[in-house]
């Protein structure tokens, strides 16, 4: 059976650490900034770790 193929839109979204941990860009930071406090903005600018079923899913498709 063939290797399986990176999914190249996984690819670019998500990072996996040399842990195995999935870490993922939080959302909310591309438009209507101005009404958002900074300290806010700063969280957003943080990444995020993708657990559960999800994240061994995406560890399975890079």
Do not use: C, D, W, Y
């Amino acid at each position: 059976m063939p290797k399986q193929k990176t999914h190249q839109g996984v690819k670019s979204r998500f990072k996996i650490t040399k842990n195995k941990r999935v870490l993922a860009r939080k959302s909310n930071r591309n438009h209507n900034l101005s009404k958002k406090s900074p300290s806010r903005k700063r969280t957003f600018a943080k990444l995020k770790v993708i657990g559960g079923k999800f994240g061994k899913k995406i560890a399975k498709e890079i």
